[in-house]
């Protein structure tokens, strides 16, 4: 049997559960909650939902269907309280990044889906694309020997102003952090160890603080990773590095290459097949609904993407080095 799903917020990366979900056959919408009426009209053409299925509030959408869970894809700064709404519901829960924006809200959020018998999962979907997944892939396995160290680096320009975190301290770490720290631990396969950030804003930076940022995270696996982001340089670039024993694996756009010493030009790697990202992300929430294994997207999993967000913006105001399962913990 499907599951039914209530979708909260369903314009901009709202869009994407209530396009895809017409097209499976293991998730059914039944509601549309959404503050704007004008955002309702093309998720209830895309969904086929009547008028009558959408509502202002996840409360009055509770109240009028039958469901088993929620997604909630709406302004981060909502999130901590939509979520708790939504476990203390006893409704599965499906939410966009970043989780909460404290790691503390987060860790609330998990502890009370675990008390109502309920699943979270983090709609980390960046990870997921065909590159990203053949680069771990091979670090995993250690086809070109031990991980020891990379630089991850992504710089752009956001020429259509501030987005969510325009008012936040540190905006880049989560805004896109959240991302690369979560893509940086699945390349590596390991829990950070310890961490040191600076959260820096430029002169002609349109937001409030945090723009960009460097770090250094040191992985229990005993491999380091350098990282400078910022959207707010004038020229775009991304580039992913980590040097095994047997070469670089460098990751370029859509392209991975390996490099050595002795050779000028790199070597380019086939990559490994890979479904959509959205399409993971609600085939590893379906098997988790159905009682399979705790995926690495889920609640608990990503507190630890949280609190390396959460982390690196301490080290940055304290100027210190982050203990990281120490700060985890605490």
């Not at 002609?204 to 400078?228: M, N, Q, V």
């Not at 705790?294 to 301490?314: D, H, I, K, Q, Y």
Request: charged letters at 25%; proline letters at 3%.
């Amino acid at each position: 049997m499907a599951h039914r799903l209530i979708h909260v917020g369903v314009t901009g990366r709202g869009r994407w559960p209530v396009n895809l979900v017409p097209q499976r056959d293991d998730f059914e919408s039944v509601a549309l909650v959404d503050i704007v009426d004008e955002k309702l009209e093309p998720a209830m053409e895309a969904s086929g939902l009547a008028e009558s299925a959408c509502f202002r509030t996840i409360e009055q959408a509770l109240n009028n269907v039958e469901s088993d869970a929620i997604v909630v894809i709406t302004p981060p700064d909502l999130h901590a309280e939509m979520c708790l709404e939504t476990v203390r519901a006893g409704k599965h829960l499906l939410v966009e990044k970043p989780f909460t924006k404290t790691l503390a809200s987060a860790k609330q959020v998990v502890k009370e889906a675990e008390e109502n018998g309920v699943t979270v999962l983090v709609s980390q979907n960046a990870k997921y694309n065909a590159a990203t997944v053949t680069m771990r892939r091979l670090i995993q396995e250690e086809v070109y020997g031990k991980a020891s160290f990379g630089m991850q680096m992504k710089l752009s320009w956001r020429s259509k102003g501030v987005h969510h975190s325009g008012e936040d301290d540190h905006s880049y770490l989560w805004e896109r952090g959240i991302h690369d720290f979560d893509t940086m631990r699945f390349i590596f396969a390991s829990d950070p160890e310890r961490m040191w950030a600076h959260s820096f804003n430029p002169s002609w930076s349109a937001y409030k603080a945090g723009a960009g940022a460097h770090a250094w995270i040191e992985f229990e696996s005993g491999a380091t990773c350098g990282y400078l982001c910022c959207f707010e340089s004038h020229k775009n670039g991304s580039v992913m590095r980590v040097d095994c024993e047997g070469g670089t694996l460098e990751l370029d756009g859509g392209k991975l290459t390996l490099k050595h010493r002795e050779k000028d030009e790199g070597e380019e790697i086939p990559l490994d097949e890979c479904p959509d990202s959205t399409t993971v992300i609600l085939d590893q929430w379906n098997d988790y609904l159905n009682g399979g294994d705790e995926p690495f997207n889920s609640g608990r999993n990503n507190l630890t993407t949280v609190a390396m967000v959460e982390g690196c913006g301490v080290a940055s105001d304290e100027g210190r080095v982050i203990d990281f399962q120490e700060y985890l913990n605490a």
